[in-house]
């Protein structure tokens, strides 16, 4: 059977849950009892005889602030997470606020929207950016990574208590170097992957080093990063929000679009709209007696 977890932070009651089984009955479902993975937050609804998508779509929005997760019951607990940073481990997009510093911020966020929304090239749009900020003083990245940079809810708790149970965590990001790897340091990642700033004098250069990590970069590593673990597809899980995480979160078992824009979370077999990043927890059956702080 596949399993559909109901979450929120907003109080999940016993109602709620005989709402979205009587929903899954009504749409030809073969539906067990709901089981709590934490009283009020989160529970699990088992289900047969209708396929996720159709789960997925009569849940949906069902009950207001609860987030949705359809799956397949097998390999549930993940072995591997391969992640973006800006916008989903953290809580800004690093190029906007350096942009910000050199006094060009709306110029450089409107590109950055549209990019991540996949109406501009990918590579295209971070040299034009990166091209803008050339003269910006190197001293600025710093001033950004300790005024802008803030974790974002949940990071910590997801990945540390992943790691806790074996996981292998990938964070795979189209921003920096800079900021990419202090970032999964802080928050306890294996392995980080992101682009290089060129630097010169003491000020950026305006370009940034070749390869380009990019959406193919993204969806490649999750593969190689996948077999080299000699994991099936079904034990892996990517999480981002722009247009340029779509291939990974394609590739993965479960692929979640993170608040994401609606590209993205149109691509993506689940979403998260409404919760943290611990609702990845929950997805994987983890209760908070399990989770690693």
């Known amino acids: 059977m596949d399993i ?16 979205a089984r009587a929903a899954l009955a009504g749409a030809g479902a073969l539906v067990e009892p709901a089981a709590w993975i934490d009283e009020g937050e989160a529970a699990d609804l088992p289900f047969g005889r209708i396929d996720r998508a159709a789960a997925r779509a009569t849940l949906e929005g069902l009950l207001p602030g609860v987030d949705v997760m359809v799956q397949p019951r097998a390999h549930r607990r ?28 709306p110029q450089i966020a409107e590109v950055t929207e549209r990019a991540m929304r996949g109406e501009l090239d990918f590579e295209a749009a971070l040299d034009a ?27 910590r708790t997801l990945i540390r208590t992943m790691r806790a149970n074996g996981a292998r965590t990938v964070l795979v990001s189209g921003g920096f170097t800079v900021f990419a790897d202090r970032v999964a340091d802080a928050i306890g990642f ?45 034990e ?20 979640v679009a993170y608040h994401a824009k609606p590209r993205t979370a149109a691509a993506a077999a689940a979403r998260i709209e409404h919760g943290d990043l611990t609702v990845l927890l929950y997805a994987q059956g983890y209760p908070r007696a399990e989770w690693v702080d």
């Open 190 to 234: 294996d392995r980080a992957l992101s682009n290089r700033l060129g630097i010169a004098d003491g000020a950026l250069d305006g370009r940034v080093a070749r390869p380009i990590v990019d959406s193919a970069t993204k969806r490649e590593t999750l593969i190689a990063e996948r077999d080299a673990l000699g994991l099936e597809p079904a």
């Open 236 to 255: 892996t899980l990517a999480v981002g929000d722009g247009a340029n995480d779509i291939p990974m979160i394609e590739e993965a078992g479960l692929g």
């Open 78 to 105: 993940k072995r591997l997470l391969v992640a973006d940073m800006d916008s989903t481990m953290i809580t800004i997009e690093c190029i906007d606020e350096l942009a910000d510093y050199a006094g060009i911020k």
């Open 4 to 19: 559909a977890t109901l979450i929120t932070a907003n109080g999940l009651t016993r109602a709620d849950l005989e709402q």
């Open 129 to 155: 950016r990166v091209a803008l900020l050339k003269g910006l003083d190197e001293a600025a990245i710093e001033r950004c990574h300790t005024e802008r940079v803030k974790l974002m809810p949940g990071a």
